[in-house]
Structure formats: structure tokens, C-alpha cells
């Protein structure tokens, strides 16, 4: 008898289970579905090589805003990648004295700063000392958004590596550093590449920052101390603005931001996942 | 008929007295490779070894044995400066490597681990190396020449018996090796950059028991041409493969002996109690 | 001193002991008896301590048995492994010396059908006593660990050895004295070469505890020396 009610009561406790993670990925789905059924339509050959029309006519596309988003992330991972790895070597290695608690509980807060913070950070830093809106702002703002994924997640792959490849190496009389370098991080690249891929995805799509540290531009600009397009920013330009042919375009260009993100992802685990099948 | 006489029979004494350090100094006749002088060592306030002075004889095996928590592993690692990795720890005496003290202000540690190599007891190839690579990584990481790359490899995997295992898949993996083969691995790789000392520390532990043979197998034969002290928590081992014998107790030396003598007729009682198995 | 952490290896060891100490105490019945047999011309004992042998034969066995698997189980190292090596010794000594009272009491049978022979009972009986005191000491020694006593037994074989000296001359007379006397005589002297055979081994006995309990090895000190001197030169 009571294993029958043993087994009753497991049905019903994985049914639960069920239920609630079909419940947890419903937003996610139709987010998803509702996005490629708004913007699939607006996607064309256009959409991906033309420039904005002037305000008021249909057509045009949104190549400056996608050439845009590549740039500002390509600046975010230039300045955040190298410090991140960087800082999380630190922390790793080195970080078991009250400094690196210090440096490891910034980080963790950091990571919980509101995005919008952050802009006006990188506001007050760089665009009025240059005394202009401009690309470098907003890769730096997004860089700065990036800094503690990647600090935590180098330094947690890092101490996941075995003391025990550690000693093998310093016992063949490696200094330390070399140890590090070509042992330590070699070791754990594969997983701080996947913690580099998802911090991008999490950048990609950011808005409020480059509200006024990129400020968006509808004009085709690739300078680096110039305002410049990103998708998110068109998006919301579009989106609040009055005209259907723009809806339709902000919600093309939020599937291909949403599809990038997607890619990312996947990307990501299929890297971790790959490399742990070599082992 | 008289069975009663075995009620009061009295079990064996051991044999002589005399301190492990004394014999230790005595027998330093032998040509010595290293040598431990007064050795302390303190992590923090806590002493792990407490004054230990113990030769390393050239050319032999030298076996160290004691219970859990007796200061063989810290001593072992003091040959190569090895518990340095270890915060809080610092050493008084000296160790000596052909007479120079390996402490001495000069000294890097660094160039030292290349004459005194180690193998530990779990066996650690590089995951990130496939086999060649993992048996040159010694040399490539110190930037040592070594001529034909696929030459050295074979002469030293031929040194450790794993030649005609591997030879096929020199490229695969260091980790995808049976538990055995990963350990003669990280032998090769410590022997290719030609230490003139190498340090073993329970390198059986992890083994079957046929490994743990090819293991000991290796042991003699590197022996004629390596100066190797090994830490076992195996008596029986330690009674196979060495020359010479340590016992250590509570992080002091009590008795230091050739093999043979140590296992048949030991000085000191607690070597006697440990070896028969009336610890505890 | 300390006992092995395991209880059962510890029981084994004890076990060995007692084996052992039963077969010492079994022989040294055996020789009492025989020369009892001869001194009480008790043909009926002599002949049961013909049979007697059997168990002190079996005990050999099993304690043979029991060493073996003792040393495959425990892999015995220092006083244990001196023990057990000389405990498979010890028990061959102590066989041999049961089957030399076989081989008494099958004199003493002849024996008792003549006539004794003079004063021969008398010194046979103090001979067997020196004998059997020797092999009683060593295996005191054993129990005790006590190396004294054991050098003692040592030193006590050359009078055993004498005794049998002064004996064969005693008999040489008579047999020149009286041809008549010769199937006796040649009795006698048989006995009284086992007796000597049973100090000897009683010696080696002694010579074991010493190793056993010293480490020390003190059997054959005149071939060591050969062997030492050619090795020098």
C-alpha cells in the first residue's frame, strides 16, 4: 500500500514539476513567437543594405544601425575582454587577501548596477570630456557592462582548473607566471570563451546606456569619436515614433537582435559542450 | 602434560636502541646525493617536521613510510621547495643538493625543480596536450632544445615501458590513458628534462595493482641512473623497491636503515610497532 | 608491548604460540615416558608412546598449515616475521626429537626381554634428564623471550655431550668384559646416542629464540668465520 502512495505522490510531484517549467518557458516562447511574426515581415535584402530613408518615406533599411552594434560590441570586447581576463586571473591566483575580497564583492555589486547607471557613467567620464557623444562612449559603457560576467567567470573556470595541473607544472620547474599563461588558462579557455560569448549576447541588446553615450544616429557613420546607430537604440526610435512603416522596421530589426542573441547562446554551449566531449 | 606455561609467555622485544638521527648521521658514509640538515619546518605555528637530518643516497631508492599526518609528504616537497606554494609556511636548516644549500638566499627555485623533478599521486597529464606534447612539455614551457621532436619522444617513452602502448596515438589526448599509463606518462614527463633527483609521492596510491607493479618495475630500472625517494603509505612497497628505509613519526625521523635491516630487525619500537601493525 | 590493531592477527600469532607450546610439551612427555619405560622395564608404555608420536607428528602438521597461512594473509615484517620463520623451524626440531623417542622406546622394547645391563639404567636415566631439561629450558626460553636462559641451554650440550662420551667407554668394557653383553650394550649405546641427538636438537632450539628475539643469528659461528675470512682475503 504505501507504495502505491509512495508512487502516487511522485506522479504527482514531477507533474508539478513539469507544469511549472512549461509555465517558466511560455514567456520565452512567445516572445520569441511574437517577435518573428511582427518582424519577418519587414526583413528583406533592403532591410540589411540600406540606409534609413529620411523621415517620412517608406523603405530604406537599417545597415548602419547592424554595422553599429558590431562596432560598439567589437569596442566593448576590445576594452572589457583583456581586463576581465585579466582581473580574473587576478582573483584566481592571487585574490585570497583582503584586496581581492575587495575586488571580488565590487565585481559581484557591479554586476547588479542598473544599465542606465552605467551610461551615465560612461556620460560623465567621456562624453563631456570630449564634449561630444560618440562611439567610444558607448563601446565603453557597454565594456563597462561586460567587466564583472567576465571577471567571475575567468576567475571561476580558473579555479576549476586541479591544483594538481598546477603542481605537475611548477614541479618541472615553470615559473609561475608561464604556469598561468600556458597552463592554467589554456586549460580553461574553452569555458571562458563560452562566459565571453554570453556576456556579448547580454551587451548586444543593451539600450538605455547608449541612449546618451552613442546617442544613435540615422546617418551612415563609422568614426569612433562620432555619434553612431545600434540596433537596440533604432529600435526604440522606431518604435515610439508614429509612422507603421518604422513599427514594422523596429520589429524586423528586434528579431535580428533576438536571432543574434540566439546565436550567441547556442554558440556557447555548443563550445562547452564540445570541449567537454574531447576529454 | 604442561600447557599452562603459554599464559605467561611473553611476546618479543625489539631489537636495539639508538635514534634514527644517529644512524642516519652514521650511515652518511654512503654517497650522498641530497641531504637534510636540521631540517624544521612550520606552517604558521604548527611544526610538521620537527628537526629531521636524513641522507638521500645517490643512485638508490630511498623509501619514506609513516602514518597519516607524520610529516613524509611536507618532507618531500621540502627537497624541491615545493610546500612553498603552501602560504604560511617557513623552514629553518638546511637542505643540500651535492653540498650547495637549495634554502641559500641565491638559490631560484625554479631552476632547481629542473634537477629535482616530481611526480605526485594522483597522476596529472595536461588535458590540453596530446601525449607528444604532454612528454615534451617540461622542455618547450622552459625553452630547453631538444632536437627532433618525435625522437625524444619515443626515447623517453621507451624509458618508461609505455612506448609500444602509445606509440599509434601519440596524438591523442594525455587524459585519455588508463589510470596506470597516465602515471608512467607524468614519469616520462618528469624524466625528459633529465632531473638528476626525482621525487615520488605515493605514486601508486591511485593504482590497480597491476600498474602499481609496471610502477614499481620502472622504479628499479630508473634507479641505476636516478637518485629517487619515494613516500609510500605502503609497507610492503616500500619494502620492495628501496635500498634505504625512513621512518617518520609526529614529523621527527625515528629510524633511518637500509631495507633489508629496517624490515627484519628495526631499532626503535615504533618502528617496530608501525611496521607489524600494532599501531593505534 | 602494544598489540596489532587487528584483534585476529593478534589471536592467530597467540594461536601459533599455543600450537607450539602443546607440541613442546607433548615431546617432552614423550621422552620422560620412554626412558620411565625403561627404568619400570613397562613394555605397555613403550608401546603407547609409540603411537603417542602420531599426534605430535599431527601437530606438525596443522602448525605447518597455520604458519603458511599466517605468512600469505599478513605479509608479517620484523619480530613477527622472525617468529613465524622460526616457529616452521621449531616445529621440525620438535617432530625430529618425537620421532628419536620412537626410535627409544623401540630399544627400550628389546630391551626389557633381557636382563638390565649393570649400572646402565642409571646413567641412561641422568643423561635423559640433562636431555630433557635442555628442551624444557628452551622452550621456557621461548615462552619468556629470555636469551639468558637460552645461551644456558646452549652451554649445557657439551655436557650432555660428555656424558654420552663417558657412557660409550662404560660400555666398551662391557663388551670386552663378556661377548654376552654385546646385544645390549649396542642397545644402550643407540639409546644413549638419541639422547645426544635430543640435546643437540635442543640446542637448535635455543639457537632460534636468540634470533627470534634478538634479530641476531648465532647458528654456525665457526663456518661465519671461514666464510668472513675468505671474503676478506
Redesign the interface.
Known amino acids: 500500500m504505501a507504495y502505491l502512495q509512495r508512487k502516487a505522490v511522485d506522479y504527482l510531484a514531477r507533474g508539478l514539476c513539469v507544469t511549472a517549467t512549461v509555465v517558466a518557458i511560455i514567456p520565452l516562447v512567445s516572445v520569441l513567437y511574437y517577435v518573428a511574426r511582427a518582424g519577418v515581415g519587414g526583413l528583406s535584402w533592403d532591410f540589411f543594405t540600406n540606409l534609413p530613408a529620411p523621415v517620412g518615406e517608406t523603405g530604406g533599411g537599417m545597415k548602419n544601425a547592424i554595422v553599429g552594434t558590431l562596432i560598439l560590441v567589437g569596442l566593448a570586447c576590445s576594452f572589457g575582454i583583456p581586463l576581465g581576463v585579466l582581473a580574473g586571473i587576478y582573483l584566481s591566483e592571487f585574490g585570497?587577501s583582503k584586496f581581492g575580497r575587495a575586488v571580488r564583492f565590487a565585481a559581484d555589486v557591479m554586476s547588479g548596477v542598473p544599465s542606465i547607471a552605467v551610461g551615465i557613467f560612461a556620460y560623465t567620464l567621456i562624453v563631456l570630456s570630449m564634449r561630444r557623444f560618440s562611439a567610444l562612449a558607448g563601446g565603453f559603457a557597454l565594456g563597462v557592462l561586460m567587466l564583472p560576467t567576465i571577471t567571475r567567470t575567468t576567475e571561476e573556470l580558473l579555479r576549476l582548473v586541479?591544483a594538481?595541473?598546477r603542481?605537475?607544472?611548477?614541479?618541472?620547474?615553470?615559473?609561475k607566471w608561464?604556469v598561468i599563461l600556458?597552463?592554467v588558462l589554456?586549460?580553461a579557455?574553452p569555458g571562458i570563451a563560452t562566459g565571453v560569448m554570453l556576456a556579448v549576447a547580454r551587451v548586444a541588446g543593451e539600450t538605455a546606456p547608449l541612449l546618451f553615450t552613442a546617442l544613435g544616429t540615422r546617418l551612415w557613420s563609422t568614426a569612433l569619436d562620432q555619434p553612431i546607430g545600434a540596433l537596440s537604440v533604432q529600435i526604440y526610435t522606431y518604435a515610439v515614433s508614429g509612422y507603421d512603416d518604422w513599427h514594422r522596421q523596429a520589429s524586423a530589426a528586434a528579431l535580428v537582435l533576438v536571432a543574434l542573441v540566439l546565436v550567441l547562446n547556442i554558440g556557447a554551449r555548443i563550445t562547452f559542450r564540445a570541449r567537454g566531449e574531447?576529454? | 602434560m604442561s600447557t599452562a606455561r603459554f599464559r605467561q609467555s611473553r611476546p618479543m622485544q625489539s631489537v636495539g636502541r639508538g635514534s634514527g638521527e644517529q644512524r642516519a648521521t652514521e650511515m652518511s658514509d654512503a654517497n650522498e646525493k641530497m641531504r637534510a640538515e636540521g631540517l624544521r619546518l612550520y606552517f604558521g605555528k604548527f611544526a610538521a617536521i620537527k628537526g629531521v637530518t636524513l641522507p638521500i643516497v645517490a643512485e638508490k631508492v630511498t623509501a619514506i613510510i609513516g602514518p597519516s599526518g607524520c610529516g613524509k609528504s611536507t618532507f618531500i616537497r621540502s627537497l624541491n621547495r615545493m610546500h612553498e606554494l603552501v602560504p604560511g609556511a617557513n623552514i629553518e636548516g638546511r637542505v643540500l643538493l651535492d653540498g650547495a644549500d637549495i634554502y641559500a638566499p641565491g638559490m631560484d627555485p625554479v631552476r632547481l625543480r629542473r634537477r629535482v623533478g616530481m611526480v605526485f599521486q594522483k597522476p596529472n597529464p595536461f588535458p590540453t596536450m596530446s601525449i607528444r606534447e604532454n612528454v615534451l612539455a617540461g622542455l618547450r614551457l622552459n625553452r630547453i632544445p631538444f632536437g627532433d621532436a618525435h625522437d625524444v619522444a619515443e626515447r623517453v617513452l621507451k624509458k618508461v615501458a609505455l612506448w609500444d602502448e602509445v606509440k599509434d596515438v601519440l596524438d591523442r589526448s594525455g587524459a585519455s590513458l588508463s589510470g596506470g599509463q597516465q602515471q608512467r606518462l607524468c614519469i616520462a614527463r618528469a624524466i625528459a628534462l633529465e632531473p638528476e633527483v626525482l621525487l615520488m609521492d605515493e605514486p601508486c596510491s591511485a593504482l590497480d595493482p597491476i600498474a602499481t607493479a609496471k610502477v614499481e618495475e620502472l622504479i628499479h630500472e630508473l634507479a641505476d641512473r636516478y637518485t629517487i625517494a619515494i613516500v609510500t603509505h605502503s609497507m610492503q612497497q616500500a619494502a620492495r623497491v628501496s635500498d634505504y628505509t625512513a621512518f617518520f613519526y609526529l614529523g621527527e625521523l625515528v629510524e633511518y636503515s637500509d631495507t633489508n635491516s629496517l624490515f627484519t630487525k628495526p631499532n626503535d619500537s615504533r618502528t617496530e610497532d608501525y611496521i607489524t601493525g600494532r599501531f593505534g | 608491548m602494544k598489540k596489532h590493531t587487528d584483534r585476529e592477527y593478534e589471536m592467530e600469532l597467540e594461536q601459533l604460540r599455543e600450537h607450539l607450546l602443546l607440541m613442546g610439551a607433548k615431546v617432552e612427555e614423550m621422552i620422560k615416558s620412554s626412558i620411565r619405560a625403561l627404568i619400570a622395564r613397562d613394555s605397555v608404555l613403550a608401546q603407547r608412546m609409540i603411537e603417542f608420536d602420531h599426534q605430535i607428528n599431527r601437530l606438525e602438521v596443522d602448525t605447518d598449515e597455520h604458519c603458511l597461512r599466517v605468512l600469505a594473509k599478513r605479509q608479517p615484517v620484523a619480530s613477527d616475521l622472525r617468529f613465524i620463520t622460526m616457529a616452521l623451524k621449531l616445529v621440525t626440531d620438535l617432530e625430529r626429537i618425537g620421532d628419536i623417542g620412537v626410535n627409544i622406546c623401540e630399544r627400550v622394547l628389546e630391551l626389557n626381554e633381557e636382563p638390565p645391563l649393570g649400572k646402565t639404567d642409571a646413567s641412561i636415566q641422568v643423561m635423559a634428564e640433562a636431555a630433557e631439561g635442555m628442551v624444557h629450558d628452551a622452550l621456557d626460553a621461548f615462552v619468556q623471550g629470555d636469551v639468558e636462559r637460552a645461551q644456558q641451554v646452549i652451554a649445557r650440550d657439551k655436557i650432555v655431550n660428555d656424558m654420552y662420551t663417558q657412557m660409550f667407554r662404560a660400555l666398551l668394557t662391557y663388551m670386552m668384559e663378556d661377548p654376552r653383553n654385546i646385544y645390549r650394550a649396542t642397545r644402550v649405546q643407540s639409546i644413549g646416542k638419541y639422547l645426544e641427538r635430543i640435546g643437540d636438537h635442543a640446542t637448535n632450539l635455543a639457537e632460534m629464540v636468540v634470533f627470534m628475539v634478538k634479530g641476531k643469528d648465532i647458528r654456525h659461528p665457526a663456518s661465519r668465520e671461514g666464510a668472513a675470512k675468505s671474503t676478506r682475503s
Open positions: 585570497d586541479p594538481t595541473l603542481e605537475a607544472a611548477l614541479a618541472l620547474g615553470v615559473p608561464k600556458r597552463i589554456v586549460t579557455a574531447s576529454r
